[in-house]
């Protein structure tokens, strides 16, 4: 924060509750906590706090909460306002120089901060370092805006941001499922200046939003050689006889005190229609082209296509007219899908080596995208999303059978790598799904249960049938 920032703060310290909040509401806050999915065990941090508006909704739903703030001022009236609370630490500090560790918070948040800081990335990047991998940090604020008075009045060094920058900062800071969306709010003021006239001189309404995001956790490497594990063992997540329409897909996996049973949700015509080996080969959660509606002559794209059974069910589905792609980031899995193509004669698919978050395939190239619970896999899920957008022709779809929590996970079984190629550790909350979804482009949203369910964590997860459009 600049000199000037913090010399504002000083003199209003003792007024900037009645200040604030013509600014903003309670509505800015519940937004901001909304997109943290916070649990009780973590420990957050409120980044240039001031009196303590966020810290108040955070201290009933976390274990710890340090507030933090350049002005001495403005701590003292914090302290009056959170007397109530015992897990509130207060830090005198400057935001760029956080008195954290690294990796060693939960959640960041940084209410109408950042326009006070003359660097918003340096200022990010710190944030982003004291959070564990898999940490959130959430900043609200102001959207661009032009009006310099009110800069000049508050002591801002920023007229707002704009909402692609705030993406782009993020991605540099080694953030991912970036989210930037609407508070529902607007920041409003009135300037005294005497040499504004006029209502649409002196006065500003301001829309507010909310930027969340996740710090990376590297996990690809794990997931990849599990597969291929499993791919060059011939062994399956199931058995044959599981395969049948809502019948249990194996055991079910058990994480700590978690119990998971998957389905695939195949009915045994369609498991005659596809190579006896990959109908017997399938580690899916459901059944995406239940839903799909293929028809004759449409490309269709499976990501994180495996052993290929959703690839040759749909290449039978679009007919010799059409054409699927397959894409999977395990060499032995492509070789098992591709053995079983030539052996049974499948001429209408093509299997490529590739990762979810950097598909090998040409910009609006295919009609339809199915994917049977892979996405889940991937640390950066927004960046599946936007590569599925590129690649769908305008008004194509996205049909993926995935699984997603009702909640977000403890943090035991979000580190657990073997965890995450169990298809579970790595399910985020089904809104947040969703909000990704719609980040990337896509409208018409719809979702559904199917039959994998269970608990793990103490958290309900369960497997959702999401369908998504390309708008034309």
Not at 62 to 81: E, F, P, W
Not at 154 to 160: C, S
Not at 335 to 362: C, H, K, M, T, W
Request: hydrophobic share 45%.
């Amino acid at each position: 924060m600049t000199d000037a920032s913090s010399n504002y703060f000083d003199r209003v310290a003792h007024q900037w509750d009645e200040i604030s909040a013509g600014y903003f509401g309670p509505a800015v806050r519940e937004t901001a906590i909304a997109k943290a999915y916070l649990r009780p065990e973590m420990i957050a941090a409120d980044i240039g706090a001031g009196t303590g508006f966020m810290a108040a909704g955070l201290a009933p739903l976390v274990a710890r909460v340090h507030l933090v703030d350049g002005s001495a001022a403005m701590l003292d009236t914090a302290r009056q306002n959170l007397a109530a609370y015992r897990n509130v630490e207060y830090h005198l500090a400057d935001g760029s120089r956080l008195p954290f560790a690294d990796e060693s918070l939960d959640a960041v948040f940084a209410n109408m901060y950042l326009h006070h800081t003359s660097d918003p990335l340096a200022a990010i990047h710190e944030m982003v370092r004291v959070l564990r991998p898999g940490g959130r940090l959430i900043i609200t604020d102001m959207d661009e805006h032009p009006y310099p008075w009110l800069k000049e009045e508050m002591a801002d060094v920023w007229q707002g941001f704009n909402r692609d920058q705030m993406r782009e900062w993020y991605r540099q800071a080694g953030l991912v499922n970036i989210v930037v969306d609407c508070t529902g709010q607007n920041c409003c003021a009135i300037s005294d200046h005497p040499d504004l006239r006029g209502a649409e001189e002196s006065s500003a309404s301001i829309s507010v939003f909310v930027a969340s995001a996740t710090r990376r956790r590297p996990v690809r490497d794990a997931v990849r050689d599990n597969y291929a594990a499993l791919a060059r063992s011939g062994s399956n997540c199931c058995g044959s006889s599981s395969l049948i329409e809502n019948a249990s897909c194996c055991a079910p996996a058990k994480m700590d005190t978690s119990e998971i049973t998957f389905v695939v949700e195949y009915s045994q015509e369609e498991l005659s229609e596809a190579p006896a080996e990959a109908a017997e080969f399938t580690l899916g959660c459901g059944n995406p082209l239940a839903l799909a509606g293929l028809q004759a002559g449409e490309t269709v794209l499976d990501i994180g296509s495996g052993g290929g059974l959703d690839a040759f069910l749909a290449a039978r589905k679009v007919g010799p007219g059409g054409w699927v792609i397959g894409v999977d980031m395990t060499p032995s899995m492509l070789d098992r899908a591709r053995a079983a193509a030539e052996r049974s004669g499948i001429s209408n698919v093509e299997f490529r080596q590739g990762y979810a978050e950097a598909l090998p395939v040409e910009s609006n190239a295919v009609d339809v995208i199915l994917s049977n619970c892979v996405i889940n896999l991937s640390e950066d899920k927004g960046q599946v999303f936007r590569e599925a957008y590129r690649v769908l022709r305008p008004g194509g779809r996205l049909e993926v059978s995935d699984v997603v929590a009702a909640a977000a996970l403890p943090a035991s079984l979000q580190e657990n790598t073997a965890e995450w190629a169990e298809c579970v550790s790595g399910a985020l909350p089904e809104a947040e799904y969703l909000d990704l979804l719609a980040q990337a482009g896509f409208t018409k949203i719809t979702v559904r249960r199917s039959a994998s369910l269970g608990r793990a964590g103490g958290v309900s997860v369960y497997s959702a049938l999401v369908a998504a459009y390309k708008p034309i």
